[in-house]
Every structure is written in C-alpha cells, then in structure tokens.
C-alpha cells in the first residue's frame, strides 16, 4: 500500500495553473499526520531531484525554492491528511515529475532524511 500518493498533475499552457494534492494513508499515518513535515520536490529528466516546497507540522511555517517564490503556494489539511501545492504562472522549466515527501523532523529542505515518498506525478508545461 502507497503511503503518499500525489494527483493533479498535467500538461498545461505557459502561464497556467495546476493544483497538486497528495494524501497520506491512514494506516501509515493514523492520527499522527500532523506530526509530520510535508514536502514537495520535483525531478525533470537528467537531473536530481530538487526541492520545491515544505511545510511543517500545522502549517505554522513554510519554505520555498526561490524560482517558486510569489507563483506556488503549499497549503496542508491536517483533518483529511492532505498537503496541496497550488501553483500558478507556470513556466516550461516548471516541467518535472513532483513528489511528496513526508518526514517527522529535520531540515525541510533535506531530500535525504524524508521518511516517505510518493509515486509522483508528471507535470508538463508546454511554451
């Protein structure tokens, strides 16, 4: 069984809009998903995976990639298990496959030390 499993990714104009949610499972999580760090990373083709966006535990803080900053917006609902990313003013070098993470403690920005991770979604931004 996934642990996180993202949606809301597709190909859209430059300029455009997507929203990404990722949901936690209940079994992994149970109640404790407040309990977590949520992040999104992304990974285009050739490349390594890079972060995106975090936030912590009950939203209290968030952190973003400085090409992100002012066009994505992370937002989580601790009552459904949820972690959206909202993100507008697409650019083609947004294109990438994006990744939800989620990890009790440690640097938001730190891909090595999440926990969980999701099968990602794609996310194609045309010119």
């Known amino acids: 069984q996934a642990h996180l499993v993202e949606s809301g990714g597709g190909l859209v104009q430059a300029g455009g809009s997507l929203r990404l949610s990722c949901s936690a499972s209940?079994?992994?999580?149970?109640?404790?998903?407040?309990?977590?760090?949520m992040g999104w990373f992304r990974q285009a083709p050739g490349k390594e995976r890079e972060f995106v966006a975090a936030?912590?535990?009950?939203?209290?803080?968030?952190s973003y990639t400085d090409s992100v900053k002012g066009r994505f917006a992370i937002s989580r609902d601790n009552a459904k298990n949820t972690v959206d990313l909202q993100m507008n003013n697409l650019k083609p070098e947004d294109t990438a496959v994006y990744y939800c993470?989620?990890?009790?403690?440690?640097?938001?920005?730190?891909?090595?030390?999440?926990?969980?991770w999701g099968q990602g979604t794609q996310v194609t931004v045309s010119s």
């Open positions: 993470g989620a990890k009790q403690r440690g640097l938001l920005r730190d891909s090595g030390t999440y926990d969980y």
């Open positions: 209940e079994r992994t999580f149970s109640s404790y998903f407040s309990t977590y760090i």
């Open positions: 936030i912590t535990y009950s939203g209290e803080s968030t």
